[in-house]
C-alpha cells in the first residue's frame, strides 16, 4: 500500500512507519476507504508473509479473517501452521478453516481446545466463543461448559443461544446492570430484561447473544425471510406495511434530549448544528412515537446489545413499551434488520418489486440495484457526519421533510428507507398509504462502495468488499 498518507486519508501519520498492528489498526478507523487499503495491505503483506516474525504473521492472519479475504486463506494457513502450539495461532487456523468452508474441521479444532480453554486469557476465550457462536448450539454447549464462570461470559447471554430459559436469578443480574445506564432505572431495567428475554424464548432471537454486540452475521434465517414474505404479502393485497429499526438516536430523540435529530436541520452560521424549537421538537416526538407503535416489524437491541453495546440501546425497547409499542411487534435485535436482509440475500426479493428509494444517494449509484431499474428516488441529504453540509438550514434533510411525507404513495408499492431518524415517519407516511416500507439504513452507503459511515461497518469491513470497485468479491453482489 502506498504511505501517501492523504490518500489513505489517515491525516499525517507515517503509516510505513508503524508495526504491521498499529498500521492496520490506524487503517481501519482513519482511513476514509479503510476496506480498500486493507485489502491493498493484506495483498502485499501475503506475498512477504514468509518473510514475517509471528506477531506480525498474527495480525495478518486477523486481518484475512476481518476482511474474509478468502483469496489469501492458503498462504495464511502455510504461514501459520509451523506455529500450531501457539494457542493464538490455534484459534486464528479454526477461524480460516472454518472461513474456507470447512465446518468440521472448525468444529473438531473448537472441540479440542476445550480441554484447555480454561486456562488461557480471556480475550482468546472470547475468539473460540465467538466462532462456537456461528457454529451452533451443539459446539457452543460444550464450549459454554468449559468456560464456566469465566469473565470472558460477561455480556453474554449465552443460555439463550442454547434454548435455554433465562432465570431469575440472572434476569436479576441483568436489570442490576442496566439499570446504572444512562437515564434508566430499576423498573425501566427490569422491563427491558423481561420483555428481550420472554420474546427471545418464544422464539423471536434475532442473532447469537454470545458475539459482540455489533456483529451481523448471526442473524436469523426464518426471521429475516419471514419478514419479507409478510413485505411481499401486504404490497399484493394493497395492505400497508413497516418495518423498521431502532437505534440510540432514535431513543434519544423520544428522550427530549437531542434537539438537533441528530444534525437534520444543518449547521448554523457558528457552526453548530441547529436545534428544533420546543413547540416543533414536542410535535416531532408525537410522529415518531406514532410512527413506532404502528410499525409491524420493530427491531430492538436484544439482550446483549444492551448489556455491552452503545449505553443508549436499553433506552431503546423501554421507551417502545412506554409510548404503547405492542411487544409481540418487537423483535430483540432487529435494529440490523437491513444487514441481516443483504447479507441473506432476501434484500434481493424486495428489489424486484421496488418502486422507490428514500435517501442520499442516487439508486443508479448503488451497486446492488439492477441498471434497468425504474425506481423513483426521494433524496435526503446524508447524515451529517459523514455527508458534511455547511449549507444551513435551507439545504437541510428538515426543508425535504413535509414534502417527502406528504408525497403520493400508492397501494401496492415497495420502498426501501435509508433516512435515519426521520425515516422513520417516512416509514409511517408509506404505511398509511397502503404501501410497504423496509428501512434498511446504511446498507445504503455500502451499495455506494462506501466504508466509512457506521462503527459497526469498521469492525467487519468484509459487508462493503462486494461493493468496492475492482474486488475480486464484486461478483458476489449480484
Request: glycine share 10%.
Amino acid at each position: 500500500m502506498s504511505g501517501d498518507d492523504d490518500t489513505a486519508g489517515t491525516g499525517e501519520v507515517d503509516l510505513e512507519a508503524l508495526p504491521l498492528p498499529e498500521r492496520i489498526w490506524y487503517v481501519r478507523w482513519y482511513s476514509h476507504t479503510p476496506a480498500i487499503h486493507l485489502l491493498e495491505m493484506a495483498a502485499e503483506t501475503a506475498d512477504r508473509v514468509a518473510d514475517l516474525d509471528l506477531t506480525d504473521r498474527l495480525a495478518f492472519a486477523e486481518l484475512v479473517v476481518s476482511l474474509r479475504a478468502t483469496e489469501h486463506i492458503s498462504t495464511t494457513l502455510a504461514a501459520l501452521e509451523p506455529d500450531a502450539d501457539n494457542e493464538w495461532v490455534r484459534q486464528l487456523l479454526a477461524e480460516l478453516v472454518w472461513l474456507q468452508g470447512r465446518p468440521a474441521i472448525a468444529d473438531a479444532l473448537i472441540r479440542a481446545e476445550c480441554a484447555s480453554l480454561g486456562e488461557v486469557e480471556p480475550d482468546l476465550q472470547r475468539r473460540w466463543l465467538w466462532l462456537a457462536a456461528r457454529r451452533g448450539p451443539t459446539v457452543l454447549g460444550a464450549l459454554a461448559d468449559a468456560l464456566d464462570g469465566s469473565a470472558s461470559l460477561d455480556g453474554t447471554v449465552i443460555e439463550a443461544d442454547l434454548g435455554c430459559v433465562i432465570s431469575r436469578e440472572r434476569r436479576d443480574r441483568f436489570t442490576t446492570v442496566i439499570a446504572g445506564q444512562v437515564r434508566m432505572d430499576e423498573h425501566r431495567a427490569r422491563r427491558v430484561v423481561d420483555l428481550l428475554a420472554d420474546r427471545m424464548e418464544a422464539g423471536w432471537r434475532f442473532r447469537s447473544q454470545a458475539v459482540p454486540w455489533f456483529a451481523f452475521d448471526t442473524y436469523s434465517e426464518n426471521i429475516v425471510a419471514r419478514v419479507v414474505g409478510e413485505a411481499l404479502a401486504a404490497a399484493d393485497s394493497g395492505r400497508g406495511y413497516s418495518a423498521l429499526r431502532l437505534g440510540d438516536g432514535e431513543a434519544q430523540v423520544l428522550a427530549g434530549v437531542m434537539p438537533d435529530i441528530t444534525g437534520v436541520l444543518g449547521v448554523g452560521a457558528d457552526k453548530e448544528w441547529n436545534e428544533l424549537g420546543d413547540v416543533e421538537y414536542v410535535a416531532l416526538r408525537e410522529r415518531l412515537a406514532a410512527a413506532i407503535t404502528s410499525a409491524d416489524f420493530v427491531g430492538v437491541p436484544d439482550l446483549a446489545q444492551c448489556l455491552a453495546g452503545p449505553m443508549g440501546y436499553s433506552e431503546v425497547p423501554a421507551t417502545c413499551l412506554e409510548i404503547g409499542v405492542d411487544p409481540d411487534r418487537i423483535v430483540p435485535g432487529g435494529c440490523d434488520l437491513g444487514w441481516a436482509l443483504e447479507i441473506s440475500g432476501q434484500v434481493d426479493r424486495l428489489i424486484a418489486r421496488c418502486n422507490g428509494i428514500i435517501g442520499p444517494i442516487d439508486p443508479r449509484g448503488l451497486q446492488r440495484i439492477p441498471g434497468d431499474a425504474d425506481l423513483t428516488w426521494l433524496s435526503v441529504p446524508g447524515e451529517l457526519l459523514y455527508y458534511y453540509d455547511e449549507g444551513g438550514l435551507e439545504t437541510s434533510h428538515w426543508r425535504r421533510f413535509e414534502a417527502i411525507t406528504s408525497y403520493d404513495y400508492r397501494p401496492g408499492e415497495i420502498w426501501l428507507v435509508g433516512a435515519g431518524v426521520l425515516g422513520k415517519v417516512y416509514c409511517h407516511a408509506i404505511q398509511q398509504a397502503g404501501a410497504v416500507a423496509v428501512d434498511i439504513g446504511s446498507v445504503l452507503d455500502a451499495w455506494a462502495g462506501r466504508q466509512d459511515t457506521r462503527g459497526t461497518v469498521r469492525e467487519q469491513l468484509w459487508v462493503t468488499v462486494p461493493y468496492l470497485e475492482d474486488s475480486p468479491h464484486q461478483e458476489d453482489s449480484s
